[in-house]
Structures are given as structure tokens and as C-alpha cells.
């Protein structure tokens, strides 16, 4: 179901109105500088539009985790680490580069009470807040229904641009556009997550003209990857299997593994899942003795039914990376998540590079990244362009391909 989009609202609903706008500033940081401004750019255009439109706005993002079963002291380092403060200078910079003039942007200290409603009181038309760090608040993760009545109280229209937190059913994702829909109050989706919803959709409801439809799936683990390989099997021709879970399933087939990562509770399901006659599991891999600690270390290529005791599978070899090239190039659709091998590594990179590349060569393929791991290694490699879309969102990209196109931070937004 298309949702309501930042686009739709009219200068009417929004000049002079209090915007409660939850993006994504979870930005990767060392001390106050940050190191990748990649989610703040991609925030702006729907900032712009509000600010356009003379909107009063109220930024809102968490920044890192704040596990408030620690010690106090923990608790403060995590709160100093994640002090959204430091985002103000990069959010005011790109903003006034795309309106073209300066913008009164500034920060408040507080997640509630009355310095944070005097600081929305204080605000005039095409102003921007950003608000301290979401997390700071015990309640955030827990949707508290106290705190997502507080926010909601400050803000008459609710923007989510959030697409990274939109599997969480957080208070600042949920509780708040809840109570607003309620009182009848506009819900919208921004820009970026409206392009998510249109891109990831075509994942989900992959047309005829889709197919030939590959899903590409790396990481450590099977169960972490259960639901999406249960939906995915039931819309993808294939399914290309790398990253240490390629272990349990050639385990699981009465293929040696060495030492090599499996998840023996797995067995079974993954013996299963390969009947379907969908997955494709690795052909040679490149192994070690022991997990590299650092780039200079190297492996050697072996056959993935001989991988002897005392050897651990890192990446899958190149006899595979031709393999699954050749079938990426065939395909319409395609949906990668996670690498091949220890990609950070050089040694064990050539997979994850293969895949990277043969996606970025198939030009008549919708190609999308699923976020995380796979998004940092095209970002690396120079390849994110030649994507049709890459994904913003890790967790969320994979809970919204097997929950069929749902996110509760989605689903709670007025349709259109």
C-alpha cells in the first residue's frame, strides 16, 4: 500500500505548523567529527522541502546504544559517545548549500520537559530543532507510551525519513505517529524512505519482467537469515549462498568443513531449504589455519568438499566467483545482502568483490543492495552508483523482504 509522502503535504498543513521529523543521524564518528556524512546528505532533501514549505521542525535521531543495565558511569560514557550535538554544524551546512541561504538551526540539550517545549516555543516559521539523542531516554526503545505522548504533544504534523530504525516499533518510529493519526494530525513518509518503500518493493512483488529474480546472501549465520531465505524462496529463481552460513549448508550435504563456522542446530533446515533445488552453495573456497587478525594475512584455494581439519572457509574460491558471476549476469532482479568472506581482508575480499562487480556490469538488471556489509563494500570499491538502489537500512531492507513489503515504522503512516 503506497503511503502518504512529505511531497503530498501542502504549505497549508505545513506553514507555521510544529514538524516532528525522525530521521537516521546514526552517523559513524571519532570523538566530534564525523567520518561518514553519507545519512545526513541523504536527510536534506526532505529537511529542504519542509523548511520550503515554513514548517517549524523538530529533528529527531538516536546516535549509537545506550544499554541502561550498566553501571552509571557506562551509562554517562555511552551518553557523551552518543551526544546528537555533534551533528548541528554537518545538518546546517548541507542544508543551507541546498536551499541557498541561511537557516536558524540550532540544538537542544533535552529529550523532554519544559527546556525542550520552551526550545519548540521558541521556534518561527522554516526554523530547525534538532533534538538531543532519542536513546537518552530509557523509554525510546520501549515505545513508553508517557514519552510518545510527550513528543507527540510538541508536533502537529509526524515525518518519517527514518528508513534504517523503521523495523524498530520504537516511540520516536511508532508510538508518536500512532497518537497522531489518531488525533487526525498528517503522517507522511520522506523522501528517502519513499524511495526505499518503491525500490525494495520491486523485491517483493518482483514483476514478470523481473525473472530471471537472484537474491545474493552472505554473513555468519542461517538463523539470522531464516524468514528472509523462507520469503526469498518463494519469489527468487535463485538464491547464491556465501559468508560463513555457505558451511552449515555444505556441512548439512555430508561435505568436510574443517574448522569452519557451521551452526549444528541448522543442519536439518538447511538440508531442507536446499531441496527447493534454489540455492547454489559455493564450489571451491579460500581457507586458513586461523581467523586473520589483521590485511596482511593470506589463504589458499581449495575444493568446498575437501577442506581438511585444522582449515576454516574465509571466502568462497574463484571457480565460485565465476559461477555466480555468470548467473548475476543472466539475471533481471537482483538482491544482494551481506559478503562473501572476510571482505575487510584482502585475501579473502575477491568474492564479495566478484558479486559487487558483476552486479554493477549487469546495467539491465534492477540491482539493490540490502544495506550493512554489502553497501560499505560497493561504497569501497566505487561500485554504489552503478546500483539501481542501495539500501540505507541493513536490518530493516531484510524485515521488509520477509514481512512482505511491512515495517511497523511503515505501516503506522497514513496510506495515500
Given at each position: 500500500?503506497?503511503?502518504?509522502?512529505?511531497?503530498?503535504?501542502?504549505a497549508?498543513?505545513?506553514?507555521?505548523k510544529?514538524v516532528?521529523v525522525?530521521?537516521d543521524f546514526?552517523?559513524?564518528?571519532?570523538?566530534?567529527?564525523?567520518t561518514?556524512?553519507n545519512?545526513?546528505?541523504a536527510?536534506i532533501?526532505?529537511?529542504?522541502?519542509l523548511?520550503?514549505?515554513?514548517?517549524?521542525l523538530?529533528l529527531?535521531?538516536?546516535?549509537?546504544k545506550?544499554?541502561?543495565?550498566?553501571?552509571p558511569e557506562?551509562?554517562?560514557?555511552a551518553k557523551?559517545?552518543?551526544?546528537?550535538?555533534i551533528?548541528?554544524?554537518?545538518?546546517?551546512?548541507?542544508l543551507?548549500?541546498?536551499?541557498?541561504?541561511?537557516?536558524?538551526?540550532t540544538f537542544c540539550?533535552?529529550t523532554?520537559?519544559?527546556?525542550?517545549k520552551e526550545?519548540?516555543?521558541?521556534?518561527?516559521?522554516?526554523?530547525?530543532l534538532?533534538m538531543?539523542?532519542?536513546?537518552?531516554e530509557k523509554g525510546?526503545?520501549?515505545?513508553d507510551p508517557?514519552?510518545?505522548a510527550?513528543?507527540?504533544?510538541?508536533a502537529d504534523?509526524?515525518?518519517?525519513?527514518?528508513?534504517g530504525?523503521?523495523h524498530?516499533?520504537?516511540a520516536?518510529t511508532?508510538?508518536?505517529?500512532e497518537?497522531?493519526?489518531?488525533?487526525?494530525k498528517?503522517?507522511?513518509?520522506g523522501?528517502l524512505?519513499?524511495k526505499?518503500?518503491n525500490s525494495?518493493?520491486r523485491?517483493?512483488?518482483?514483476?514478470?519482467?523481473g525473472?530471471p529474480?537472484?537474491?545474493?546472501?552472505g554473513?555468519?549465520?542461517?538463523?539470522?537469515k531464516?524468514?528472509v531465505?523462507?520469503?526469498l524462496?518463494?519469489?527468487?529463481?535463485k538464491?547464491?549462498?556465501?559468508g560463513?552460513?555457505?558451511?552449515?549448508?555444505?556441512?548439512?550435504l555430508?561435505?568436510?568443513?574443517?574448522?569452519?563456522?557451521?551452526e549444528?542446530?541448522?543442519?536439518?533446515?538447511?538440508k531442507?531449504?536446499?531441496?527447493?533445488?534454489?540455492?547454489v552453495?559455493?564450489?571451491?573456497?579460500?581457507?586458513a589455519?586461523?581467523?586473520?587478525?589483521d590485511?596482511?594475512?593470506?589463504g589458499?584455494?581449495i575444493?568446498?568438499?575437501d577442506?581438511p581439519?585444522?582449515?576454516?572457509?574465509?571466502?568462497?574460491?574463484?571457480?565460485?566467483?565465476?559461477?555466480?558471476?555468470?548467473i548475476i549476469?543472466?539475471?533481471?532482479?537482483?538482491f544482494?545482502?551481506?559478503p562473501?568472506?572476510?571482505?575487510?581482508?584482502?585475501?579473502?575480499?575477491?568474492?564479495?568483490?566478484?558479486?559487487?562487480?558483476?552486479?554493477?556490469e549487469n546495467?539491465?538488471?534492477?540491482?539493490?543492495i540490502?544495506?550493512?556489509d554489502?553497501?560499505?563494500?560497493a561504497k569501497?570499491?566505487?561500485?554504489?552508483?552503478?546500483?539501481?538502489?542501495v539500501?540505507?537500512?541493513?536490518?530493516?531492507?531484510?524485515?521488509l523482504?520477509?514481512?512482505?513489503?511491512?515495517l511497523?515504522g511503515i505501516?503506522?503512516i497514513?496510506?495515500?
Amino acid at each position: 500500500m503506497a503511503k502518504k509522502d512529505v511531497a503530498s503535504l501542502t504549505a497549508a498543513q505545513l506553514k507555521g505548523k510544529v514538524v516532528f521529523v525522525r530521521v537516521d543521524f546514526n552517523v559513524p564518528h571519532k570523538g566530534a567529527t564525523i567520518t561518514d556524512n553519507n545519512r545526513i546528505v541523504a536527510a536534506i532533501p526532505t529537511i529542504k522541502a519542509l523548511v520550503e514549505k515554513g514548517a517549524r521542525l523538530i529533528l529527531t535521531s538516536h546516535l549509537g546504544k545506550i544499554d541502561f543495565k550498566k553501571t552509571p558511569e557506562e551509562i554517562d560514557a555511552a551518553k557523551k559517545k552518543g551526544d546528537l550535538s555533534i551533528v548541528v554544524p554537518e545538518v546546517k551546512k548541507n542544508l543551507e548549500a541546498a536551499l541557498g541561504h541561511a537557516v536558524n538551526v540550532t540544538f537542544c540539550p533535552a529529550t523532554r520537559g519544559d527546556v525542550l517545549k520552551e526550545a519548540v516555543a521558541a521556534l518561527k516559521d522554516g526554523d530547525v530543532l534538532i533534538m538531543q539523542n532519542t536513546r537518552y531516554e530509557k523509554g525510546e526503545t520501549k515505545n513508553d507510551p508517557a514519552l510518545a505522548a510527550e513528543w507527540a504533544a510538541l508536533a502537529d504534523v509526524y515525518v518519517n525519513d527514518a528508513f534504517g530504525s523503521d523495523h524498530r516499533k520504537h516511540a520516536s518510529t511508532f508510538g508518536v505517529p500512532e497518537i497522531l493519526a489518531k488525533e487526525h494530525k498528517p503522517t507522511a513518509v520522506g523522501f528517502l524512505v519513499e524511495k526505499e518503500i518503491n525500490s525494495l518493493g520491486r523485491c517483493v512483488e518482483c514483476p514478470v519482467d523481473g525473472h530471471p529474480y537472484v537474491a545474493v546472501l552472505g554473513g555468519a549465520k542461517v538463523s539470522d537469515k531464516i524468514l528472509v531465505i523462507e520469503s526469498l524462496l518463494k519469489k527468487c529463481d535463485k538464491i547464491l549462498i556465501g559468508g560463513a552460513m555457505a558451511y552449515t549448508f555444505l556441512k548439512a550435504l555430508g561435505h568436510h568443513v574443517g574448522n569452519s563456522l557451521v551452526e549444528d542446530d541448522q543442519l536439518d533446515y538447511a538440508k531442507k531449504i536446499y531441496a527447493s533445488g534454489k540455492i547454489v552453495l559455493p564450489e571451491d573456497n579460500v581457507v586458513a589455519a586461523v581467523y586473520p587478525e589483521d590485511e596482511k594475512a593470506v589463504g589458499t584455494t581449495i575444493d568446498s568438499d575437501d577442506i581438511p581439519d585444522g582449515q576454516m572457509g574465509l571466502d568462497v574460491g574463484p571457480k565460485t566467483q565465476k559461477l555466480y558471476a555468470s548467473i548475476i549476469a543472466s539475471a533481471k532482479t537482483v538482491f544482494w545482502n551481506g559478503p562473501m568472506g572476510i571482505s575487510e581482508v584482502p585475501a579473502f575480499a575477491n568474492g564479495t568483490i566478484a558479486v559487487c562487480k558483476a552486479c554493477a556490469e549487469n546495467e539491465g538488471a534492477f540491482t539493490v543492495i540490502g544495506g550493512g556489509d554489502s553497501a560499505a563494500a560497493a561504497k569501497k570499491l566505487g561500485y554504489s552508483k552503478k546500483f539501481s538502489h542501495v539500501s540505507t537500512g541493513g536490518g530493516a531492507s531484510l524485515e521488509l523482504i520477509q514481512n512482505d513489503g511491512h515495517l511497523p515504522g511503515i505501516d503506522v503512516i497514513e496510506d495515500k
